[in-house]
């Protein structure tokens, strides 16, 4: 039986999933994947997300002049992930009218469904050429959502 989060999720705009089976080097001494696993395996799903819903990718928002780092990070680990399994990692974009890309991750054991880990994160733009972060969505961002009908 899957266990379930008591974390409230927001409304996804957009969601994307992908498939990780669990590698060896990626387990510790317990034998269970290691706990900084999880934000590459979020990461991954960020990557994956990008590339279904283009104009979101880390080169195209570089290629606009903005780079986005993280500035929030959440991850609540509710059961192990062990080596030879596979999760599968939902990555669910959070809408917002603000400057700022808002992800919420939802991993699950594809065996059972049952949930390994949740997790947000937060991302800022900031300017390529100076570092200074920007406080109106930039226009790309705002094209992409509403080409996509978020807005």
């Keep these: 039986m899957a266990r379930h989060s008591r974390q409230i999720f927001s409304e996804p705009a957009l969601t994307h999933r992908i498939k990780i089976k669990v590698r060896f080097s990626e387990v510790d001494a317990m034998r269970v994947v290691w706990h900084g696993e999880y934000v590459r395996y979020f990461e991954d799903g960020r990557e994956a997300f990008g590339v279904k819903y283009g104009g979101l990718n880390y080169n ?4 606009e ?20 399994e596979t999760a599968i990692v939902e990555t669910r974009f959070i809408n917002t009218n603000s ?3 808002i992800f919420e991750y939802i ?4 065996s059972d ?25 930039p226009d790309f961002f705002i094209e992409w959502k509403k080409g996509l009908g978020i807005i």
């Design 65 to 84: 002049g903005y780079y986005i780092p993280i500035v929030k990070l959440e991850l609540n680990y509710l059961m192990p992930l062990k080596c030879g």
């Design 60 to 63: 195209t928002i570089t290629d």
């Design 107 to 110: 991993l699950y054991r594809e």
């Design 113 to 137: 469904m049952a949930i390994a880990a949740t997790g947000k994160s937060l991302q800022v733009f900031t300017h390529v050429e100076n570092g200074e972060i920007e406080f109106s969505a």
């Design 99 to 101: 400057a700022k890309i």
